[in-house]
């Protein structure tokens, strides 16, 4: 059987594989694990079936937008734990960490014309579509995509859906078709093909890899996600300060790698999971699993969580029960908990795949549901008590305490509880110019600092704030019909001292 389903796989370059290359070459753009990941098996795949070697090539670009210290550290220690993990296998690795914007040109290319087949992987936002555009100019061999988003493979969903219901309502006809395609949790074991030999002088020489670039033996000897008896991380970070990237967005605690997310992951599975239905609201409780930066830098796989969650429930596709209704509880056939927290796994979560891979311009404010842009439109030139710029809010300089509370753990954690983020976007909506300035401001602050940043729910979670995915509600200033959110309503739903003790005014902004 293939190790990969076709519908999870686009030859970009349809030639036919090279069998007198001198490896096949996995160019880890978006999906970065070793484990859970169909590109890898399809990597595999092809080097076993030529009896080539397997070289995987991590790259790291600096001139992106939002390139910062925080995002750096996260995937550069995701690099460390994929070093230390092949450093024991057969399979060739080779990080590659720009020093300066532009000098990583060239490097697919040299390794490309060597490579009996390309593999790469499918991503529908930021630039890794336009970066395998690019690469497809370049290389002659094959090329495949393979897509390793989420549990619905992204050529299965029809359109991009307006509303979660109408998803939830595809993916119960659609899904269990595509529960048993699983990509292998341990791909490594079983991979018998010859050992890599090691990158050509020639091409070290222009393109050095990333430990020696940024050399630090205590960082990357041995695996920076994982304590010496596999428990917490070591404290070593690399000094970054050399890169052409934003260094005042500085890395927080969270480390990145498949170890800090399994560990996260057991965490949640042990201490959250059951109170998650309840609690997942409450940002005294630390109910939520908090796993999406790990999924957002590929370090983790939405099928191995759900496989985690599925085994704890002692579950099996048997359990689904009819009809496909788009009902949001009971569908599945888990506890309550468990069903509240796959429905934001799984349908929330590609809701905003799905509309990302069909509407290219998901970005654009243009793109926002007509009722949605007309209503805001008509209210745009509602008095506004408070107005803001975009320092203004990246500073927690507002008059709302609650919400610079909010503001402050995004500026120094990377991350903001679930529920006060919906409010931190709504009040941006209320109390900017014009709503644009508000979608604007919001992709700015949320990509510039979140960790789980500039990802296809980035641009959904910001869009749901203006009116997608969300139905007309009663009219009101400056919102119109879209949706509205109150801190004073907030403090009545929620319990919020702890929090304003660890993020009100007192709080560090960095
Ligand atoms: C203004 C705004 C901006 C947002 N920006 C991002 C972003 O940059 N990146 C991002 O991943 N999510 C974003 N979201 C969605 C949501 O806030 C986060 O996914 C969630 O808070 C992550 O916390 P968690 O991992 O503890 O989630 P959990 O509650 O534990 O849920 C598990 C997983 O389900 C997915 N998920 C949960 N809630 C949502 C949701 N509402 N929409 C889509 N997927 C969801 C995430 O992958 C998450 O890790 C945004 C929401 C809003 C309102």
Redesign the pocket.
């Known amino acids: 059987m293939a190790a990969v389903p076709s519908i999870r796989s686009r030859a970009l370059v349809d030639e036919r594989i090279r069998s007198e290359g001198d490896f096949v070459l996995y160019w880890m753009v978006a999906t970065r694990r070793l484990a859970w990941n169909f590109a890898l098996d399809r990597s595999i795949e092809i080097a076993q079936e030529v009896g080539k070697p397997l070289l995987i090539l991590e790259p790291l670009r600096v001139g992106y937008r939002w390139a910062s210290g925080r995002h750096h550290q996260m995937l550069i220690d995701g690099m460390a734990h994929h070093r230390a993990v092949l450093d024991s296998t057969h399979v060739g690795y080779f990080p590659y960490v720009e020093p300066t914007d532009g000098a990583g040109k060239g490097l697919l290319k040299a390794l490309g014309e060597r490579a009996c087949a390309v593999v790469t992987d499918d991503s529908p936002v930021f630039f890794t579509p336009s970066l395998i555009r690019a690469a497809v100019a370049q290389l002659s061999c094959r090329m495949e995509a393979i897509d390793s988003c989420g549990l619905l493979p992204l050529r299965a969903t029809d359109k991009g859906h307006s509303a979660a219901y109408h998803f939830r309502r595809f993916l119960h006809k659609t899904l269990p078709e595509h529960l048993g395609d699983t990509p292998a949790a341990e791909p490594l074991e079983r991979a018998t093909m010859p050992a890599f030999p090691g990158v050509a002088d020639e091409i070290r020489a222009t393109w050095p890899s990333a430990h020696e670039t940024l050399p630090d033996g205590a960082f990357w000897d041995r695996d920076p996600t994982l304590g010496a008896d596999g428990g917490e991380p070591g404290r070593a970070r690399l000094d970054l300060s050399g890169l052409g990237i934003d260094h005042t967005v500085e890395p927080t605690e969270a480390r990145g790698g498949r170890g800090a997310a399994r560990r996260r992951l057991d965490a949640f599975l042990r201490d959250g999971l059951d109170r998650y239905g309840e609690e ?1 609201n409450d940002p005294d409780s630390d109910a ?5 930066p790990w ?2 830098y590929g370090h983790i796989s939405a099928h191995e969580i759900f496989d985690a969650v599925a085994r704890r429930e002692r579950w099996s596709p048997q359990r689904i029960s009819p009809p496909h209704d788009g009902r949001r509880k009971g569908w599945w056939g888990m506890s309550p908990s468990a069903e509240s ?1 796959i429905d ?2 799984v349908t ?2 590609e ?2 795949y799905g509309f990302c891979y069909h509407e290219t311009d998901y970005a654009e404010y243009d793109t926002l549901p007509q009722w949605a842009l007309e209503t805001l439109e008509t209210h745009s030139s509602d008095h506004r008590p408070h107005v803001y710029t975009l320092e203004e809010f990246a500073s927690a300089s507002t008059h709302d305490e609650l919400w610079n509370a909010a503001q402050r753990q995004l500026v120094h954690q990377g991350v903001i509880h ?1 529920y006060l ?2 409010l ?2 709504k009040k941006i909506l209320e109390w900017t110019e014009h709503p644009r300035d508000a979608h604007r401001i ?1 992709i700015e602050l ?1 990509n510039r600092y ?1 960790l ?2 500039r ?1 296809p ?2 641009y ?3 869009s ?2 203006l009116g997608r995915f969300d139905r007309g509600w009663p009219e009101r200033e400056i919102y119109g019909k879209v949706r509205t959110m109150t801190s004073a309503s907030t403090r009545k739903k929620v319990a919020l001292d702890r929090y304003l003790e660890r993020w009100g005014e007192q709080a560090p902004l960095m």
């Open positions: 997942r939520a699993s908090g796993l999406s999924l957002h927290f934001e796994l929330w979560r809701l905003g679930n983020r919906m931190w976007g919001m949320n979140a789980d940043g990802d729910n980035s959904s979670g910001i749901w704030v």
